[in-house]
């Protein structure tokens, strides 16, 4: 593809480019810069004329200030005029400027200056001086910055003589900012220039490169630049480089923090992945009968806030607990490693069950068959094939859980007690002592267990092959389970669900008490206060999310199909850019927002963009992992033999690829709707006064011991949830590829 053609084309359509890109941006800035000086001047000409009458020194020194409010920034030095050596001196004034003006006053410039305002006429220097505006009490931190220098003439009352003069130092902080925004824009352009030419005229599929790039401008513009602007305060103490700020947080006091996160990461992976497994092979292997209400129950936990569970868990078995306290007396508590690790369990296993459930859907029973037929038993069918097979879901639902668990904070702020965990220390760094750096810099030591175990599972994953789906599925399913062992499984799934319902009925007990542990008389005020305080909110929440789920579905799957069946420079690079935010606290996506986007460029807080930009970032890396679970189970032979009858790559995914990933294109819109509604930890930093969050109204009636009120707005986001799955299944019907029938064997 590098032909001396092409190589001419390229150097000559960059080299006009390039030019043309530097013109635009040497006109704009000096048109910029010579209105911005323009208008300075004017604006400082009818500031002198509200200068006070005489000469008093105490009037100028209140007036002089004011300055700031008609230019940003600005500094003036009164000078009176004194008789006795026929000139002006300085009379009062900003310390900058008299820095400025006593370095130099025996300058030809300056003296030309105060000359010309003797006769009555403003001047404005040439060039741009070096000002230390630390000088000045108000300001916090040492700067000095280029600034324009005015002098302009105090006229008295006869209009015909100057009584003083005003040297004006205005900072070039808008012309700075502007040509920086210019040179920005304008570096982006040619790079997004070059790089679309670079993909026309070297790569054989342009379709493709194009993908790859648009996938590359948003994990760079998204993710990489945001992390960036955490990672560069957290080296940052007053505005100078330091390495103090990791220096403390790789002391032996959040090293333990460290390990207490590792600790209940892996239990809660484990554990959960476990239940996930029991949960989806029962659904999907077995005949077990009531399916979509063990599938429904089985969800609810990840279609609620993420501290609900963690409040219901405290109102039943806390200290003053309704089971453990009323009615049982017991003495134990539920705060610390073992209720934190039930809570995060019971919350988090939907996520391996999800992923765990369409990896089994997909599973071709005639290998399974074919086993059973040369006298294998059940068991060793199950231990040789079924397992083997569904490692890809297993091990991508570890992952899940286990990156969840490090990121979770709203669990361990509510259950923790002495038990310390990196997450909580993060937040509070952040929002109790508002140090940005040191929050960033802890919860980017979440990353080093994250890559880790990211890249083990991918080692594991690329050794073995795990095609099943040939482009000849099986519509039969032979049951590996005995029925006293499904009988087993059913026992200890709704043993779960049992006490997961028991949860759940507390906060529906909840909307209808007036104080739950205290007051428990029946009332129904709760609904009529909630709902009237939280329209607004229910409104924002419900669109955004619906904004959302499709975007994130459908980008999921493309990258999914990028990475799984495509060679391009920098894959790997991608795939991790992609699944670094599931690793971080969402307090730290969320200051790093603020951070990286409440400025321009791309100037986004307060908007709804940047909470949709949010919920797609942040579930990006669920939909990719269950996009690359189900593209490894399916032969690439039927995508090659669409590609050699002429489709291209947008119709091989929209005939081919997405209706046999449908399970997991579903799974990964559903997760992103119910993550998107029930977000609260990066969400928290970003709504503003148009755009609101029911989940932050939820958690502000929690902490004001609101129960009540916060217990209806729960019950009203599962129902809206739970509704718009229902919705989801009628509108994007299975096409039934991947249903299995059950026969006894």
Not at 442 to 465: D, E, H, I, N, Y
Request: charged letters at 15%; aromatic letters at 12%.
């Amino acid at each position: 593809m590098f032909t001396k053609k092409r190589i001419l084309q390229f150097c000559l359509a960059a080299v006009v480019f390039l030019l043309a890109d530097f013109w635009i941006y040497q006109t704009l800035s000096a048109n910029f810069q010579s209105y911005a000086e323009q208008r300075n001047f004017n604006e400082i000409e009818l500031f002198a004329r509200t200068a006070p009458e005489g000469q008093d020194v105490q009037d100028y020194e209140q007036w002089l200030p004011t300055v700031k409010s008609i230019i940003p920034g600005a500094r003036a030095l009164y000078f009176s005029y004194d008789e006795s050596v026929f000139n002006f001196v300085p009379a009062t004034g900003s310390p900058t400027a008299m820095a400025l003006w006593n370095s130099n006053r025996g300058s030809a410039e300056f003296n030309k200056a105060m000359e010309s305002v003797y006769y009555l006429e403003p001047m404005k220097l040439s060039r741009m001086f070096q000002a230390d505006y630390s000088k000045d009490p108000d300001e916090n931190s040492a700067e000095i910055l280029g600034s324009q220098v005015f002098f302009v003439p105090v006229i008295d009352e006869t209009g015909y003589q100057a009584s003083g003069a005003i040297m004006i130092l205005v900072p070039d902080v808008s012309v700075t900012g502007f040509q920086s925004l210019l040179r920005t824009l304008l570096i982006a352009a040619a790079v997004f220039f070059l790089a679309v030419i670079t993909v026309i005229l070297f790569t054989r599929d342009p379709m493709t490169g194009f993908m790859v790039l648009a996938l590359f401008v948003i994990v760079l513009v998204f993710i990489a630049y945001p992390l960036f602007e955490a990672v560069r305060l957290s080296f940052l103490k007053n505005g100078k480089f330091t390495l103090e700020i990791w220096k403390e947080c790789l002391s032996p006091t959040y090293i333990v923090a460290l390990w207490g996160s590792l600790k209940l990461g892996v239990l809660t992976a484990t554990f959960s992945t476990l239940l996930g497994f029991i949960f989806a092979f029962l659904i999907e292997r077995t005949s077990f009968r009531q399916k979509k209400l063990m599938t429904t129950l089985a969800t609810m936990p990840v279609i609620s806030p993420p501290f609900s569970l963690s409040l219901s868990i405290i109102l039943l078995f806390g200290n003053n607990g309704l089971i453990s306290k009323q009615l049982l007396h017991l003495n134990t508590s539920i705060y610390g490693l073992g209720g934190l690790t039930l809570v995060e369990v019971i919350g988090m296993f939907p996520i391996a069950f999800l992923s765990i459930s369409g990896v089994l859907r997909q599973i071709d029973s005639t290998v399974e068959d074919a086993s059973l037929d040369l006298s294998a038993t059940k068991w060793q069918t199950f231990r040789t094939i079924t397992l083997p097979l569904a490692v890809p879901g297993i091990l991508s639902g570890w992952l899940l859980v286990f990156t969840n668990s490090l990121a979770d904070f709203a669990n361990p702020l509510l259950l923790s007690g002495d038990y310390r965990v990196l997450s909580t220390e993060a937040y509070m760094l952040v929002t109790g002592r508002s140090n940005l750096g040191a929050g960033s810099a802890l919860s980017f030591l979440l990353l080093m267990p994250t890559l880790t175990a990211f890249l083990v599972q991918r080692f594991w994953v690329a050794r073995k092959s795990y095609v099943t789906v040939t482009g000849k599925p099986s519509t039969v399913l032979t049951e590996l389970t005995s029925t006293p062992v499904r009988r087993v499984l059913e026992v200890i799934s709704w043993a779960v669900l049992g006490f997961i319902l028991a949860l759940y009925l507390t906060i529906f007990a909840g909307c209808f008490v007036k104080n739950w542990g205290i007051d428990y008389t029946f009332t129904m005020a709760n609904w009529g206060e909630a709902l009237s305080r939280g329209w607004t909110s229910i409104r924002d929440t419900v669109t955004l999310a619906a904004i959302a789920t499709p975007i994130a579905g459908l980008l999921a799957m493309m990258a999914a199909m990028l990475i799984v069946r495509k060679k391009f420079p920098g894959k790997r690079l991608l795939e991790m850019l992609i699944m670094t935010p599931y690793a971080i606290p969402g307090t730290l996506i969320g200051i790093s927002y603020i951070l990286a986007f409440n400025k321009p460029p791309i100037l986004l807080v307060g908007t709804g963009a940047i909470i949709v930009i949010n919920y797609v970032i942040r579930e990006l890396p669920v939909g990719l992992e269950n996009g690359i679970t189900a593209l490894h189970q399916i032969d690439p032979s039927i995508e090659e033999a669409a590609a050699d009858l002429g489709a291209d790559v947008p119709t091989v995914f929209r005939t081919i690829v997405l209706p046999l990933v449908r399970p997991a294109f579903l799974s990964s819109m559903s997760y992103t709707f119910v993550r998107s509604m029930t977000a609260v930890s990066a969400i928290i930093f970003l709504i503003s006064a148009r755009w609101n969050h029911l989940t932050v109204l939820i958690f502000n009636f929690s902490e004001n011991l609101r129960f009540g009120l916060a217990s209806v707005l729960s019950f009203v986001l599962i129902v809206i949830v739970l509704g718009v799955f229902a919705l989801m299944q009628v509108l994007v019907k299975d096409d039934k590829l991947t249903q299995k029938t059950i026969s006894a064997r």
